[in-house]
């Protein structure tokens, strides 16, 4: 991965290549340079040092102490050494703490977890970014395109118009009518470049850089989609990183209150150094085993333990909201592809026949059989169905990858990690820790909600 990041930035420090990207290069040198993908992956590195650091509190600490006494006003002591200057080693180490300490350890673990299922979120929004601001770059560049010619179209007829109006005076009111459709057709122009400029934009924030000079890539979009809606359901499951972190989220909330219930258990550690203090045993090395039972805390222990509980059923709850968000998202995205792809086809087919038309009306009123207001008014609408059909046309590619995207697919495709098959993005999350940890309370209102092979949850919500 190192080595491909490393060709990546070497291709896009060379000026040649970096203007020249097509879609998929762009989604690559975006994957691997973009800021909130090297902050998702620092997060992660962060958040696997705090495991190191929690793990630390099963291992004995030993260190290096030296102390100094000086005592004043007290005379020679027959007891203790002359000299009170101490070095002595020490080692402290912890027997049991309740769970506190594997339950940090495992709080932490939750959290690189969801750190690492993040990571993974943020990938694949990081490349629909990139691949919806190129399309839409492309887009409005190709309206743009079209709204010169639809301007050059109206712009000759109005010239036609003047030419007809100089040999017949009885026709001065339609270089009037030309005039007023014009303009509006160089308004729309002016519009469409404007939008033009702010994907242009937004494409070269994604890229940190200057836009494309060739672009390719973009007539479609990579990765296969599922056949339907069920197969596309059936993908989400628990590997699914949207409810991987959520599981982790779980996870971490009854570590939480594991951590909060060792406030009522006691506490053994044993410690091994060599006695500082002024005395008969100054100087001796002293080994203790120290054992603290909590008998009152003014309610310390209860309001964390209960606090703690109240965390792990919002969590609960942000399970069901994530998988019901994520059903919802799918088949939104699917109804959105659909609908786009029905309108490019039957778009395709309006730009053919209003050209047509256009050509005969064109015709047709050179000999006066047609007037000036049906000639303007069909030209119009070869520019209105020429428009519509180019943006159902890049709707169409921007919905596929919406859909991968919402399945976690979209970057691993860019990348050529993906084979079309489920992949499991996590393993079995929610039995990462059953291992080493005691199970916590039944609780009467936890939520079983899942997603199985048929996209059925155990709740009230059915298909």
């Known amino acids: 991965m190192r080595l491909k990041n490393l060709v990546l930035c070497t291709l896009l420090s060379m000026p040649s290549v970096a203007t020249s990207q097509s879609l998929p290069e762009a989604v690559q040198i975006a994957l691997s340079q973009?800021?909130?993908?090297?902050?998702?992956?620092?997060r992660v590195e962060a958040a696997g040092?705090?495991?190191?650091?929690?793990?630390?509190?099963?291992?004995?600490?030993?260190?290096?102490?030296?102390?100094?006494s000086a005592y004043s006003d007290v005379g020679p002591n027959p007891f203790g050494p002359e000299d009170t200057w101490i070095q002595s080693p020490t080692v402290n180490m912890n027997i049991w703490s309740g769970w506190r300490v594997q339950s940090e350890v495992e709080f932490a673990q939750s959290v690189h977890e969801r750190n690492r299922q993040q990571q993974n979120i943020t990938r694949d929004e990081v490349a629909f970014m990139v691949v919806e601001a190129y399309l839409n770059w492309m887009r409005t560049r190709e309206l743009v395109v079209l709204a010169e010619q639809n301007l050059a179209a109206h712009e000759r007829l109005t010239n036609d118009v003047r030419r007809i109006a100089a040999v017949d005076q009885g026709r001065r009111i339609d270089i009037d009518q030309a005039v007023v459709r014009t303009e509006n057709a160089r308004l729309s122009l002016e519009q469409r470049r404007s939008e033009n400029q702010i994907f242009s934009q937004r494409l070269r924030r994604m890229l940190l850089g200057r836009l494309p000079q060739h672009p390719d890539g973009y007539q479609s979009i990579k990765g296969t989609l599922p056949t339907n809606t069920d197969q596309a359901l059936a993908m989400l499951t628990d590997s699914h990183p949207v409810i991987a972190q959520q599981l982790a989220q779980i996870e971490g909330a009854e570590a939480a209150v594991r951590s909060a219930k060792s406030g009522f258990s006691p506490t053994v550690d044993i410690s091994y150094q060599r006695q500082t203090a002024q005395g008969s045993g100054q100087g001796d090395y002293i080994a203790q085993l120290n054992v603290q039972v909590p008998l009152f805390d003014g309610g310390a222990s209860y309001g964390a333990t209960r606090g703690a509980y109240s965390e792990l059923d919002a969590a609960k709850q942000g399970l069901t909201e994530a998988k019901v968000t994520l059903r919802e998202n799918l088949l939104a995205s699917w109804s959105e592809?659909?609908?786009a792809?029905?309108?490019?086809?039957?778009?395709?087919?309006?730009?053919?026949?209003?050209?047509?038309?256009?050509?005969?009306?064109?015709?047709?009123?050179?000999?006066?059989?047609?007037?000036?207001?049906?000639?303007?008014?069909?030209?119009?609408?070869?520019?209105?169905?020429?428009?519509?059909?180019?943006?159902?046309?890049?709707?169409?590619?921007i919905a596929k990858a919406k859909i991968l995207a919402v399945l976690n697919r979209l970057a691993a495709t860019y990348q050529g990690g993906d084979t079309g098959q489920v992949h499991n993005a996590s393993g079995n999350v929610a039995s990462r820790y059953s291992a080493s940890?005691?199970?916590?309370?039944?609780?009467?209102?936890?939520?079983?909600?899942?997603?199985?092979?048929?996209?059925?949850?155990?709740?009230?919500?059915?298909?």
């Open 34 to 42: 973009y800021p909130t993908i090297l902050a998702a992956q620092s």
């Open 49 to 68: 040092h705090e495991v190191t650091r929690a793990r630390s509190g099963h291992f004995p600490q030993v260190g290096w102490q030296g102390t100094n």
């Open 337 to 339: 592809y659909l609908s």
């Open 341 to 397: 792809k029905r309108r490019a086809i039957l778009g395709k087919r309006q730009v053919v026949n209003a050209a047509k038309l256009v050509e005969g009306y064109d015709q047709q009123f050179r000999v006066g059989r047609r007037s000036l207001l049906d000639l303007l008014t069909i030209q119009d609408n070869l520019y209105s169905y020429q428009t519509n059909a180019n943006n159902a046309a890049f709707e169409e590619r």
């Open 437 to 463: 940890s005691p199970s916590t309370e039944a609780d009467s209102s936890q939520v079983t909600t899942q997603f199985g092979s048929s996209t059925n949850m155990r709740t009230e919500f059915g298909q």
